[in-house]
């Protein structure tokens, strides 16, 4: 069976610093690969999504980067940490685009 | 834009009663549309899906109904249990586009027991 590992579960960041987010997708070859983000009171924003190595695309405009340096592993980056990029992100993988996303458990990311 | 919508941030029901979660959404390439469950502190979980060419699909107590000339889904719970509290997400992908889903901005369904 597949499983998708994300980490660290808590992260508390200094505005200005560099943030990187680990996840991992085991039990299966060439995932989609996907970066969401929750704000307080608001639904599931999509940040990037990936459909094979170094084939990453941007849904939002923002201070954030993805990369994908391996099949089944995605990152999640910012050089600066904004107060804005508070938040809860989780990464997601499906099969393909015709099937539903899996989630990991998530981020909660508190920049200060 | 919010192209998906749920217009009920929560929702109280009695346990063993039904629970009835809307969902509108806007745009007509909407072609595949899913129920998520969450759980603080944790990921969504998927429940069920529904294509555009259907109307109903059941797996155990969990139904979607899909009308697509009102541009309106609901998820049907029967019978309603305790360990069915938590926020739950309305999702759509688009035909033919982008990867990824759209999510609405949830309900917390609440089980009163």
Same mark, same amino acid.
């Given at each position: 069976? &597949?499983?998708i590992?994300?980490?660290p579960a808590?992260?508390?960041?200094?505005? =200005?610093?560099?943030?990187?987010?680990e996840c991992?997708?085991? =039990?299966?070859?060439n995932?989609?690969?996907?970066?969401y983000?929750?704000?307080?009171g608001?639904?599931?924003?999509?940040?990037?999504?990936?459909?094979?190595?170094?084939q990453?695309s941007?849904?939002?405009? &923002?201070?954030?980067?993805?990369?994908?340096? &391996?099949?089944? &592993?995605?990152?999640?980056?910012?050089?600066?940490?904004l107060?804005?990029d508070?938040g809860?992100?989780?990464?997601?993988?499906s099969?393909?685009r015709d099937?539903?996303?899996?989630?990991g458990n =998530?981020?909660r990311?508190?920049?200060? | 834009?919010?192209?998906?919508k749920? %217009?009920s941030?929560?929702?109280?029901v009695?346990?063993?009663?039904?629970?009835?979660? %809307?969902?509108?959404?806007t %745009?007509?390439?909407f072609?595949?549309?899913?129920w998520?469950?969450k759980y603080?502190?944790?990921?969504?979980?998927?429940?069920?899906?529904?294509?555009s060419?259907?109307?109903?699909n059941e797996d +155990?107590?969990?139904?979607?109904?899909? %009308?697509?000339?009102? $541009?309106?889904?609901?998820?049907?719970?029967?019978?309603?249990q305790? !360990?069915d509290?938590?926020?739950?997400f309305?999702?759509?992908r $688009?035909?033919g +586009?982008?990867?990824?889903?759209?999510? !609405? $901005?949830g309900?917390?369904?609440i089980?009163?027991?």
């Open positions: 069976s &597949q499983t590992h994300q980490w808590t992260l508390v960041q200094p505005v =200005g610093s560099p943030l990187s987010l991992t997708v085991e =039990g299966t070859s995932p989609n690969l996907y970066w983000r929750q704000a307080a608001r639904g599931l924003q999509l940040l990037f999504y990936s459909i094979g190595i170094d990453i941007s849904e939002v405009p &923002q201070n954030l980067s993805a990369s994908r340096p &391996q099949d089944r &592993q995605f990152i999640l980056s910012s050089k600066k940490l107060l804005s508070s809860f992100y989780l990464c997601a993988w099969f393909n099937s539903p996303l899996h989630f =998530g981020t990311l508190t920049v200060t | 834009d919010q192209q998906v749920q %217009n941030p929560s929702l109280s009695q346990e063993g009663r039904i629970s009835i979660l %809307n969902c509108d959404y %745009n007509s390439m072609d595949y549309f899913l998520y469950k603080p502190a944790e990921g969504p979980t998927f429940l069920i899906s529904i294509s060419i259907k109307d109903k +155990g107590r969990f139904t979607v109904f899909l %009308n697509k000339s009102a $541009k309106h889904l609901s998820l049907h719970i029967v019978p309603s305790p !360990g509290s938590a926020v739950y309305c999702a759509a $688009k035909g +586009g982008a990867d990824g889903l759209t999510f !609405g $901005k309900t917390h369904l089980i009163q027991p």
